[in-house]
């Protein structure tokens, strides 16, 4: 998860602090928008605008998602095209590096986006990538940097970011229905966000992006102290409790893993290749040490050094490529890989194998639809063209009627992943439909499900995905696992059990290991025949008129963790989940209206 947007606001200056807000406080957008059109122009501040700067609740919006209804979406547009506009302008008019940074830490702190050492963490390092694409690209816009910085603000330049694959028509191979006669086991685990840093005692309440550091305070008090075994505010996992999950994970037999992305902590002002490539080498060993079976990885945001941001190969300066990571994960996971998915890393971060007759797994580097990845501002048409090699796999996999899972780390339907690649993969996964039986994901720390639904019959489910929730607790979560179990003629899931560990309770004693249990299996807990997208349509229907149905989602989302029993949820967040749901493209919100209506019908 988290992406939160701070590192690249606070380069760019787009956020600001909420200090003595006033929210639509009438004329502060005019002065505001006057005051930066005059800084643009002169390259001086003129002294109204700090104040005026601080009344203007961007903050919130951006870094905290809050005050969203209460925004004009347009007035924030036209905010950030001004100040991208003057940062642009500067760059072009000679100034350096340096000034350009000590001009970003200035609003920085001025604003108190994040605490000095984070501003001047997160500055140092995404510095360079602004600068890149300034010089490099002459075509660069506000418009177009907006667009994506503020993609689900719908700013106008969101329209810049438009393109298509082209698919083949066809779809001679039909579905059969798994019987569950025969299966076996694949274990799904996701997120570890291993934290070498982390130290128990230090204080939860640390104001930074990552807490329990040890160089951050120590905790005033209990409450406010990080736990031996983890801790459910902002804090990664420490080693022990990786240790003990992987005790409890090797006792299950599985068949192979699925690692659905992000090994990295979120430490993210001070990251660096050595320091990434040392966590993602140790997590590479305990996979090779504890399982005696192949793991299936896809690479996470924060994998990535400055984190989200993975660049395309052309004309790239090398301190700024993704290459060494693809390098080092085409080693540290060659071992599981053929030649060739070897060689397709090495392109692009994704890569197709066939554990087994019949079935085929693609692994895909979904980190380029993330919005955070604000490379994408330089280039954004199919990166590596990733969805136009996925095409042809699967249509090589429709002729041998092989069938297909699909892994990777952020979801589609989101407005954090760019509407052009989920609108395009989208269209992929319907062509598709009876090819692909089951799809994996990582990233937004939530055990959850997402339905894919036939866009010219709105009533057809015709593909699901699970998403592998998180071995972090970050946020408000206890660490879980997945154990799927697969129908061995068909591939589909027949059904999974979901495990995790009550990390409240494992505080209280560090010299034990957590005790962790099986929290529900899905066809028991909601009592489905089959885990087939047409049942989970059905399933959505009864949630419409049974709600604790819905509260028990929201229950195992969190996975039984104290947050969701002391925020119960009430009937907006209750639809809000059955829109997440049923929402894969975020433009298409025919099912979010459709099962919002059943909701009301039902009341
Ligand atoms: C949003 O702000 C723009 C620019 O100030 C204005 O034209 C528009 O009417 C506002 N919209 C709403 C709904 O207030
Ligand atoms: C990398 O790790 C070393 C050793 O723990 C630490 O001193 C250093 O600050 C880290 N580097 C960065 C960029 O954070
Ligand atoms: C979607 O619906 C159309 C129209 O009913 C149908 O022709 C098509 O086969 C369906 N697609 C899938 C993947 O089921
Ligand atoms: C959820 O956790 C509570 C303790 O916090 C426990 O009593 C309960 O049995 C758990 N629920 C399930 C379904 O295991
Ligand atoms: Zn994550
Ligand atoms: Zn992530």
Known sequence: MGGRIPCVCIFLMVCVSSYGSIINAPGVFELLKQGLTEYSISGKQPSYLPYTLMSYPLQNILRHQQDLEATNNTEICILCEILVNALILERRNGMTDVELGAEALYFCNLLQIENDR??????????????????NNEKLTGERVCGLLLHNMNCRGGSLFEWSVDIP????VSRVKASGTKTFNILHISDIHIDPYYT????????????????????????????????????????????AAMDKIVAHNFDFVYYTGDIVSHRMWSTSVENNTRDIIQISNIFHDRFDVPV?????????HPFNVYTTPDETDPTLSTQWLFDLTASKWGDWLSEEAKAMILKGGFYTVSPKNGFKVIVLNSNVCYTGNWWLIYEDKDPYGQLEWLVEVLVAAEEKEEKVHILMHVPTGSSECLRVWSREYNRIIERFANTIVGHFNGHTHRDEVLVYYNSSDITQAINVAWNG??????????????????????????????????????????????????????REAYNVDSLDPSEIDLLLQRMTKDHSLIDQYYTFKFRNSTYPNTNPCDETCQKKILCDITTAVPTHTDQCERFSRLYDENK
């Open 169 to 172: 028509e066809g779809n001679t």
């Open 118 to 135: 984070v501003c001047k963490g997160g500055i140092d390092i995404t510095l360079g990538i602004f600068t890149y694409m300034v010089d």
């Open 200 to 243: 128990p005692g230090k204080t939860n309440n640390c104001k930074e992006p990552l807490c329990c550091q040890f160089d951050q305070d120590d905790g005033a008090n209990e409450a406010e102290s990080c736990g031996y075994w983890g801790d459910y505010t902002d804090a990664d996992t420490p080693i022990q409790t990786l240790n």
């Open 296 to 304: 299936y990885a896809a690479l996470g945001n924060h994998e990535a």
């Open 469 to 522: 929730a998180s071995i972090t607790t970050y946020s408000l979560g206890n660490p879980s696992y997945k154990l799927l179990e697969i129908d061995a003629e068909t591939f589909d899931v027949w059904d999974f059990e979901e495990w995790t560990m009550d990390l409240e309770t494992a505080n209280l004693d560090a010299k034990n290991p957590p005790a962790w249990y099986k929290l529900y299996s899905f």
